[in-house]
């Protein structure tokens, strides 16, 4: 079964400073993908950034990085030069094997940014 | 470009009220549909998701059902609603081809069941 996990709940930075959520995950299968999603208190889901199990470099959208550590199965989320808008809820998610059906996604339990003056 | 709209925002039913909640993407043919729950507080729980018109897979056996009677409407229900049913609940779909992983959220409706 597949599983994220994301230990913090909550998490403070002050502005402009980098940021990093930590997400570890735990699959057998060998082809899967990791993916981070912010959620601002009006409770839409935006996509940030993505990473393919496959890929040979982590992935960077931005501001956004994802810290790629396929041994430790983790997919740490870098956020630099933090701003007050970045205070949102985070999720780490990761897709499910695919069955022949649509692909799946599980989410982690989230991790709480509030970014300070 | 495409879209997707979930209405509505708010709900506040008592139990053992009905439940329809609806979903609609413009913009893209066959999507594969979701429906998502997020308890206060928590992560994102599956609950239902759809390839194609009339399909419908439930990941978890509870008091809701879903239908998708058109190709870009997907619709979540209950006869009876429950205190447990109270919750967020977000529509997302994604294109149908393999290489597109990610989800496109709607804003999702908070529903409480009083």
């Known amino acids: 079964a597949q599983k994220i996990t994301q230990t913090q709940p909550g998490m403070f930075v002050q502005e402009k400073e980098a940021v990093t959520l930590d997400c570890t995950y735990d699959?057998?299968?060998?082809?899967?993908?990791l993916f981070w999603y912010k959620q601002p208190s009006s409770g839409e889901m935006i996509f940030l950034i993505y990473?393919?199990?496959?890929?040979?470099q982590n992935a960077t959208e931005g501001r956004y990085s994802l810290n790629f550590q396929k041994a430790r199965k983790s997919a740490n989320l870098v956020i630099s030069a933090s701003q007050l808008g970045d205070s949102a809820m985070y999720f780490c998610?990761?897709?499910?094997?695919?069955?022949?059906?649509?692909?799946?996604?599980?989410f982690g339990t989230g991790t709480r940014l509030q970014v300070t003056l | 470009s495409q879209t997707i709209h979930q209405w509505p925002a708010t709900l506040v039913q008592p139990v053992g009220s009905p439940l329809s909640l609806e979903c609609t993407v413009e913009?893209?043919?066959?999507?594969?549909l979701y429906w998502y729950r997020q308890a206060a507080g928590r992560g994102l729980q599956l609950l239902f998701y759809?390839?194609?018109?009339?399909?419908i897979s439930s990941e978890v056996p509870q008091n809701l059902s879903a239908s998708r009677p058109q190709d870009r409407q997907f619709i979540l229900s209950s006869k009876k609603l429950l205190l447990s049913d109270s919750g967020f609940y977000l529509c997302?779909?994604?294109?149908?081809?393999?290489?597109?992983?990610?989800?496109?959220f709607g804003s999702g409706t908070q529903l409480s069941v009083l």
């Open positions: 997302a779909w994604r294109p149908p081809s393999r290489g597109d992983e990610k989800l496109f």
């Open positions: 699959t057998s299968d060998p082809s899967y993908g």
């Open positions: 990473q393919g199990s496959y890929d040979q």
């Open positions: 998610a990761m897709r499910e094997p695919y069955t022949g059906t649509a692909s799946k996604l599980t």
């Open positions: 913009g893209t043919s066959n999507p594969n």
């Open positions: 759809s390839v194609g018109i009339g399909q």
